[in-house]
C-alpha cells in the first residue's frame, strides 16, 4: 500500500487527510500545470457521460476544492453532494461554490468515502475524480458507493493510468517520477505529497484490472474508456 508519509505510524486514511489539508491552498493551481491544464477536458468528458443517464441526485466523492462538483452544476436539474475527508479542501470548495452561485445545486459535505454519511440506494450517480487511489481500503470505498446507488444508477471514476504504448510508457514514467515531484517540491510546502501523487498513479491497479475490482464488488455492464493516450481512464459501472 502506497502512503504519503513512509516514516510514519499513522493509517493511509489519515495521512492522506493531512496531506491534502496541507496542500489545499496550492492543489488547484498545480493541477493545472501538472496536468497542462487537460484535466478540465478529462472532466467535461466525465460530466456529458453523466448527463446521458439523467439522473439528477449525483454525489461527487473526494470532491476535494470542487472542480468535478461545479462541473456537473452545468447538468439542468441536477443536485450534488459533494463529499470529502479533508477539512481545508472542501473550505476551499465551499467558496467557489460560493463565488459561482451554485449553492442551490451543490452541498459540500465533510464524510469517509468508507463510510459515507448518506442513506442507501439515494443516489443515481456517484462520481470520483482522482480520489480512489487515495481510499485506505479500496474494496471498502467501491463497496460503499455501491450501497449508496439506487438500483439502476451508475457510477462514473476518472483516475490515472499507464500507457499501453511502449514510448508512451516511457514518457509517462519519466514525467510522473521526475516532472511531477519537482514542480510539488517547489510549489508545495509539502515535499512528499507530490511523489506521493506519483508513486500511488503508477501503483494503481489500472485497465481491466480495476474492471474487474467493480465487478467483484457487485457492479455490472463495467467498461472503461482511456483518455489522452491512455495517461488517464473514465470507468463506468451499474448497479443491478
Not at 492522506?16 to 493541477?31: C, G, H, P, R
Request: proline letters at 3%; aromatic letters at 10%; charged letters at 25%.
Amino acid at each position: 500500500m502506497v502512503k504519503p508519509y513512509k516514516n510514519s505510524s499513522k493509517s493511509k486514511k489519515e495521512q492522506v487527510t493531512s496531506m491534502f489539508d496541507a496542500i489545499a491552498n496550492n492543489y488547484d493551481s498545480l493541477n493545472r500545470v501538472i496536468s497542462l491544464g487537460i484535466d478540465k477536458s478529462w472532466r467535461r468528458k466525465l460530466v456529458a457521460m453523466v448527463q446521458k443517464h439523467k439522473g439528477q441526485d449525483i454525489v461527487d466523492i473526494a470532491t476535494g476544492t470542487g472542480d468535478l462538483a461545479l462541473a456537473l452544476s452545468t447538468i439542468p436539474s441536477a443536485k450534488i453532494t459533494g463529499v470529502d475527508i479533508a477539512v481545508e479542501m472542501l473550505e476551499i470548495g465551499k467558496q467557489k461554490v460560493k463565488q459561482e452561485k451554485r449553492s442551490d445545486q451543490i452541498k459540500m459535505i465533510v464524510g469517509d468515502a468508507e463510510n459515507i454519511p448518506l442513506e442507501s440506494a439515494s443516489a443515481d450517480t456517484v462520481t470520483v475524480a482522482f480520489g480512489v487511489r487515495n481510499f485506505g481500503s479500496l474494496e471498502k470505498g467501491l463497496s460503499e458507493i455501491l450501497r449508496i446507488l439506487k438500483p439502476g444508477g451508475h457510477v462514473f471514476v476518472l483516475e490515472t493510468s499507464v500507457p499501453k504504448n511502449f514510448f508512451l510508457r516511457f514518457g509517462y514514467k519519466i514525467y510522473s517520477s521526475l516532472f511531477l515531484p519537482l514542480i510539488g517540491r517547489l510549489f508545495s510546502s509539502d515535499k512528499n505529497a507530490y511523489s506521493y501523487l506519483s508513486d500511488s498513479a503508477a501503483a494503481f491497479p489500472h485497465g481491466e484490472v480495476f474492471n474487474n475490482k467493480l465487478k467483484n464488488i457487485g457492479f455490472v455492464e463495467v467498461n472503461h474508456y482511456p483518455q489522452t493516450f491512455g495517461v488517464v481512464t473514465i470507468y463506468q459501472g451499474k448497479k443491478k
